[in-house]
């Protein structure tokens, strides 16, 4: 069941999840398997906790790992994943369900990978959901700051 908070918001927005069985899409892989879209058009969202004691919800690209490097740059700080009862603290939402609507004790992050989409598929705060949305339609609403985060191919090996 999607969360109220994040109902309301997409109404707002005019946005519409998609619903599936619960337990179905907790993953990228699965959530772009259920849905039908690339991996990468998942718009993964993870929570890290700073040196400085601050949280930051990355969201992703659903085909690529985190830069710690490039974390700590966009951040300022050395980062680590949080542990799931942060993320569940912190964000309202568990993890495998995590969304970046509504939340309000982190600071969103959106990396620039996913522009690269015509739409992307952040979770509606369960694990059993997706949100039809783009890149700056996302950006817009939850006011995250577009970063370079990912680890790419396309970088030359040090």
Same mark, same amino acid.
């Given at each position: 069941?999607?969360?109220?908070?994040?109902?309301?918001?997409?109404?707002?927005?005019?946005?519409?999840?998609?619903?599936?069985?619960?337990?179905?899409?907790?993953?990228?892989?699965?959530?772009?398997?259920?849905?039908?879209?690339?991996?990468?058009?998942?718009?993964?969202?993870?929570?890290?906790?700073?040196?400085?004691?601050?949280?930051?919800?990355?969201?992703?690209?659903?085909?690529?790992?985190?830069?710690?490097?490039?974390?700590?740059?966009?951040?300022?700080?050395?980062?680590?994943?949080?542990?799931? &009862?942060?993320?569940?603290?912190? *964000? %309202?939402?568990? +993890?495998?369900? =995590?969304?970046?609507?509504?939340? !309000?004790? $982190?600071?969103?992050?959106?990396?620039?990978?996913?522009?690269?989409?015509?739409?992307?598929?952040?979770?509606?705060?369960?694990?059993?959901?997706?949100?039809?949305?783009?890149? &700056?339609?996302?950006?817009?609403? *939850? %006011?995250?700051? +577009?970063?370079? =985060?990912?680890?790419?191919?396309? !970088?030359? $090996?040090?």
């Amino acid at each position: 069941m999607i969360p109220e908070r994040v109902k309301a918001i997409l109404e707002v927005h005019g946005l519409n999840a998609l619903e599936f069985e619960p337990g179905s899409t907790p993953t990228s892989e699965l959530a772009a398997a259920k849905i039908g879209v690339e991996v990468g058009q998942i718009a993964k969202s993870m929570l890290f906790k700073g040196k400085n004691g601050n949280f930051y919800l990355a969201v992703c690209p659903g085909d690529l790992r985190v830069c710690s490097k490039k974390m700590k740059q966009a951040t300022g700080t050395r980062v680590r994943m949080a542990r799931g &009862d942060e993320t569940e603290q912190v *964000t %309202g939402y568990k +993890p495998g369900g =995590v969304c970046p609507f509504g939340v !309000e004790e $982190a600071e969103l992050l959106i990396d620039i990978g996913l522009a690269d989409y015509p739409l992307i598929y952040p979770a509606a705060g369960n694990d059993a959901s997706g949100v039809p949305v783009t890149f &700056d339609q996302l950006q817009t609403i *939850t %006011g995250a700051r +577009p970063v370079d =985060v990912m680890e790419r191919d396309t !970088e030359p $090996a040090l």
